[in-house]
């Protein structure tokens, strides 16, 4: 099968835009909600740009991943009497999953949560984001499995764990940003990529040529893409900023540029 470099097979892009315009048509047609599986970054990608292009006929249709600023997000096309908030509660829960004692309790990771609910025989889109704690942890699933995974994930790695669902009223979800400002020779995805996570120019065009560069939920296809302020960028691998513009320059004419970084 033919493959973009690190990013989705070709064959794979076909099948996301075909699911993509059915369930639009359906929900358009029929005047159903119609909701995908979670997405990762770089089907989400291919949903921006069939928007873009104006394929869409639904009138309301969106990502949502459960929480503000996720990155696994379900694509919902909606009917025009429902409201986006009761689609979204309609198709995603919530589940905290807590250690039953917090003192044999290892201390699990995304992968370790990650493993025990792909071991209860579960799709991997019908799962979203996983936020971990110090003994917790929150993560987000299709409605439909939400009462077979708090019945039955007991176990993540050594720690016995009970789940329960939880309201999106009862998330408190803090993504903490850090504040930095980097020395860039121009406004380029390369150059302020290259900056911020300490590695050449070479190695940041190798990522966005391998499709891991995101902005704004759309893969980055060129080096040379100039970066506007506001612009929210993921790098697969390294993690996630948003670009706040220029915020000075030096004598000899390099930029100063403003980020916030997620921790």
Do not use: W
């Amino acid at each position: 099968m033919e493959r973009d470099p690190g990013g989705l097979a070709v064959d794979d892009k076909e099948l996301i835009r075909t699911r993509l315009t059915e369930l639009d048509r359906m929900a358009y047609e029929r005047g159903i909600l119609k909701c995908s599986g979670f997405l990762s970054y770089a089907e989400q990608s291919e949903y921006h740009l069939l928007e873009r292009s104006g394929t869409f006929h639904t009138a309301v249709h969106f990502l949502d991943g459960g929480y503000e600023g996720a990155e696994r997000a379900a694509a919902f096309f909606l009917p025009d009497y429902m409201e986006p908030t009761d689609a979204v509660e309609a198709e995603i829960t919530a589940v905290r999953a807590a250690a039953v004692n917090e003192r044999f309790a290892d201390e699990l990771t995304h992968r370790d949560y990650l493993g025990a609910l792909m071991n209860l025989g579960i799709e991997r889109d019908c799962i979203g984001d996983i936020l971990t704690g110090d003994s917790d942890c929150t993560f987000f699933c299709s409605a439909d499995m939400a009462d077979y995974i708090t019945e039955n994930l007991l176990r993540v790695k050594h720690t016995s764990v009970r789940c329960e669902k939880t309201g999106r009223e009862e998330l408190n979800i803090r993504q903490e940003l850090e504040e930095l400002q980097v020395n860039v020779a121009s406004e380029r995805i390369d150059a302020v990529i290259a900056a911020l996570y300490r590695i050449s120019r070479q190695k940041a065009a190798q990522l966005i040529d391998a499709e891991h560069v995101f902005i704004n939920g759309i893969v980055v296809t060129s080096a040379g893409k100039q970066m506007k302020e506001g612009d929210r960028i993921s790098v697969r691998g390294h993690g996630k900023f948003i670009y706040d513009g220029i915020g000075g320059s030096s004598r000899k004419g390099r930029l100063y540029v403003a980020l916030r970084r997620y921790r």
